[in-house]
């Protein structure tokens, strides 16, 4: 019923708990940006990109644009999470 309509969301529903939402955000976004390379683009505030903000930096963004993979990506910051979980 929603062919050839604009689809401004996604509503998901996780059944198993044992889930990487980064790593399901990551291939999420660079799937869709895979598919529709003509369609696909980062919303940006009055500054930044949205997603920058949730990120904290230009990381996510930049390594999805770059074709990087999640393993890749996530390299960069497994050191900084190991030394947050010992809080």
């Known amino acids: 019923p929603y062919k ?10 996780l059944v198993r708990p044992e889930y990487d ?3 399901l955000s990551y ?3 660079k799937g869709l940006k895979e598919l ?11 500054a ?3 997603v920058d903000q949730l990120w904290g ?3 996510f963004r930049k390594s999805i644009d ?3 993979s999640y393993q890749e990506f996530r390299k ?8 947050e979980q010992k809080r």
């Open 4 to 13: 050839g309509k604009i689809c401004t969301g996604l509503r998901m529903n």
């Open 21 to 23: 939402p980064i790593l």
């Open 27 to 29: 291939e999420l976004i």
């Open 36 to 46: 529709y390379p003509n369609d696909f683009k980062w919303n940006k505030g009055s």
């Open 48 to 50: 930044n990109h949205w």
């Open 57 to 59: 930096n230009d990381n």
């Open 66 to 68: 770059a074709g990087i």
């Open 76 to 83: 960069g910051f497994e050191s900084v999470e190991r030394e």
